[in-house]
């Protein structure tokens, strides 16, 4: 019978504990480690708890991954004893403190024991982190580095509790953390700080957005969302896409940063958002015409010279959603640029770019169902908006004069009834 056998086999880590002269890397050269470990076994978790032992997890050059690992493990009592101590929460902190670029693998090491602390023990390690002055301005140093923007990015998520995470949020705020940011968006910026900066507002602006649907009825606005919206960070962003030279990589930055346009009543459009970008039209306009220079594409359908490339495909994105905003002053500054008409020129001229077609699809659908309205009890109402009625005119102009357009229109209207 199977019970008459032990088919148990004990861990060869039991055994090496046994030992009185047992060392962290003799523990950490066993397969197996990281199992028990998480699988919570006494002798092994008392061992790793003493000081010498998570100082020595902590080194840059023994083990880093398996240290990472076990010291990631979400042992309760690893958690604690890292929270709790300062000296130890100092040696993990002083690994900011290193010059640039930082080590990646490393950095993410860090980056994952410091998450996890900041998820299990919010309260401590926020004042801890409070409490360094500098802790703001290694992040801005090393937001270049992938883990670091993650490690930021982490400040706002993980903790759940309302009050705590309203509190970080009004710190980093304090801080100048959009202003900081915004600043390295660009041209002139390494391309991964300008890349991770980018990145790290688009974030900001999607966690804020989320929590506004979340918690709709909070007390507290969030003041990065708030600080972000403010007219001269919107203008500065600006300053830096038109620079003296063109950069697409800041383009799209913008167009992903700034999408005025959005379906759901939590998000609402700030004026200062449309008024800084109304100003700017013009600019995005000649961009249409005029993109960064781009090499001859060779395809199998021909050659395309410039092909349409990223910057003008998130310029049409941006004017979609400026369209979606049904804002008159908007609508009007774009029938005087004739924005839609160059739109629907590069609709013909780039037969077999679906990317391109979809937004404009999107920006024909909107105005074809601007101007009416679908009311509670399923009549069709006039929304009585000039500039709708205007745009809405222009681009039926458009297809007097170009009938080919009307085509364009009307293979859209379609999709516009799903709109109205």
């Not at 066993?30 to 010498?52: G, M, P, T, W, Y």
């Not at 902190?93 to 860090?110: H, K, Q, V």
Request: aromatic letters at 6%; one cysteine or more.
């Amino acid at each position: 019978m199977f019970w008459k056998f032990d088919l148990h086999s004990s861990s060869h880590i039991d055994t090496l504990l046994e030992r009185e002269d047992v060392t962290l890397k003799e523990l950490m050269d066993e397969e197996d480690v990281l199992q028990e470990c998480k699988a919570q076994n006494r002798k092994l978790i008392e061992f790793l708890l003493k000081s010498e032992c998570l100082e020595d997890l902590k080194i840059r050059y023994k083990y880093p991954n398996i240290s990472c690992e076990l010291l990631t493990s979400d042992v309760s009592q690893i958690n604690d004893r890292l929270g709790e101590e300062e000296s130890l929460l100092m040696k993990l902190y002083s690994f900011l403190l290193n010059e640039s670029p930082l080590n990646p693998l490393l950095a993410s090491f860090f980056s994952k024991v410091l998450s996890i602390l900041i998820s299990r023990k919010p309260e401590q390690i926020v004042d801890f982190l409070k409490k360094k002055q500098d802790f703001v301005d290694l992040i801005i140093k090393h937001i270049g580095t992938s883990a670091i923007m993650d490690l930021l990015l982490r400040l706002l998520t993980c903790i759940e509790p309302p009050q705590p995470r309203q509190e970080v949020l009004n710190w980093l705020n304090e801080e100048r953390i959009i202003q900081r940011l915004v600043e390295i968006v660009h041209p002139s910026q390494d391309e991964d700080r300008h890349s991770n900066a980018s990145q790290s507002l688009c974030e900001i602006i999607r966690l804020s957005r989320d929590q506004m649907l979340q918690v709709q009825n909070s007390s507290e606005p969030d003041p990065l969302l708030a600080t972000l919206e403010k007219q001269e960070i919107i203008e500065q962003l600006l300053s830096n896409i038109f620079h003296k030279e063109k950069n697409e990589s800041a383009i799209v930055t913008f167009s992903s940063i700034c999408p005025p346009g959005m379906s759901h009543s939590a998000y609402s459009v700030n004026k200062s958002v449309l008024e800084a970008i109304k100003a700017r039209l013009a600019s995005f306009h000649e961009l249409l015409l005029e993109p960064p220079k781009k090499s001859v594409m060779k395809t199998t359908w021909g050659v395309l010279d410039p092909p349409v490339g990223n910057t003008r495909l998130n310029v049409i994105r941006l004017i979609s959603s400026l369209l979606q905003t049904n804002t008159n002053s908007v609508n009007l500054e774009l029938i005087e640029l004739t924005s839609i008409g160059v739109i629907l020129d590069m609709f013909f001229k780039y037969t077999w770019n679906n990317f391109l077609h979809t937004q404009v699809e999107i920006c024909i659908a909107l105005i074809l169902a601007s101007p009416f309205e679908s009311t509670e009890n399923g009549t069709i109402t006039d929304q009585d908006s000039a500039g709708d009625n205007l745009l809405l005119k222009h681009v039926s102009c458009a297809s007097v004069y170009n009938p080919i357009y009307s085509l364009c229109a009307y293979s859209c209207s379609s999709q516009s009834k799903l709109l109205v």
